[in-house]
């Protein structure tokens, strides 16, 4: 599989990094550290983007990883060596250090993804990184498939699952009031009306399965919509 393969190679340069960059005392606890996360993409994206600019602190390991937020596809993570932290954004394709945790970003813009104004507010509400959870390796890995109706990624939800996009609000569309909008009805009663449902929908544009519908994922707006899953 080309994915694996690229993963490999991500590996093999991380640890070139490693025995070049971080000092020897370390280095055994930087590879290991690797081992643990050597199937997690996001992970060796933060790893690798970390150790070849090796910011300041040159020559420390990475001794954990924190998972911040997720909005999407991109992760706010934390990264903390054993005498600094710093702030990331990460996706599965690569990593962008924002800055040293706490002190001012070099990309003051990218904690508005986040819903944060800026970095004050960002630290109101976390003011450490001890405060985040580990990141798990692979903790959010793709699936590869919907985990209600199964379809892969890249194809139609069997019509009616509830991880399906609604197109016009681009809300849950089992639960958005667009399919009632759409038919003109208050309720729906008859069969035909689902079939003019699946109709217009199909018309619209349906919205393939892909990993961050997962419900399961944690994500601001899981928090907004409540629990009712
Ligand atoms: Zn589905
Ligand atoms: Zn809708």
């Known amino acids: 599989m080309q994915h694996s393969r690229n993963r490999e190679k991500l590996v093999s340069e991380i640890e070139l990094f490693v025995s070049y960059g971080v000092q020897k005392n370390e280095q055994q606890a930087a590879l290991l550290f ?21 910011p300041e602190t040159y020559e420390e390991a990475v001794c954990r990883i ?3 937020e997720k ?14 932290g710093y702030l990331y954004l990460a996706t599965d394709q690569k990593a962008l250090l924002l800055g040293e945790y706490g002190e001012e970003l070099l990309e003051p813009k990218a904690l508005t993804l986040f819903g944060y104004p800026d970095l004050k507010e960002f630290l109101e509400k976390y003011p450490s990184l001890a405060k985040c959870s580990d990141y798990e390796p692979e903790q959010f890995a793709d699936p590869g ?17 509830p991880v399906e996009v609604c197109p016009w609000c681009e809300g849950q569309f089992s639960r958005c009031g667009c399919r009632f909008e759409q ?47």
């Not at 199937?39 to 600019?53: I, P, R």
């Not at 909005?71 to 600094?84: C, Q, R, S, V």
């Not at 519908?213 to 919509?225: A, G, L, M, N, W």
Request: aromatic letters at 10%; a negative charge.
């Open 145 to 161: 498939f919907c985990p209600v109706c199964s379809a892969v990624t890249g194809e139609y939800h069997i019509f009616g699952c």
């Open 71 to 84: 909005k999407d596809d991109i992760f706010l993570l934390g990264l903390n060596t054993a005498l600094h």
């Open 34 to 54: 690797l081992q643990r996360y050597k199937k997690d993409d996001l992970a060796l994206q933060l790893m690798k983007s970390f150790y070849t600019s090796l």
């Open 183 to 229: 038919l003109g009805v208050e309720m729906l009663e008859e069969e035909e009306e689902l079939d003019e449902l699946e109709r217009l929908l199909v018309e619209k544009g349906r919205i393939p399965y892909a990993s961050w519908q997962c419900p399961s994922y944690p994500s601001v707006k899981d928090e907004e919509d409540g629990q009712d899953e």
């Open 66 to 68: 924190a998972f911040i």
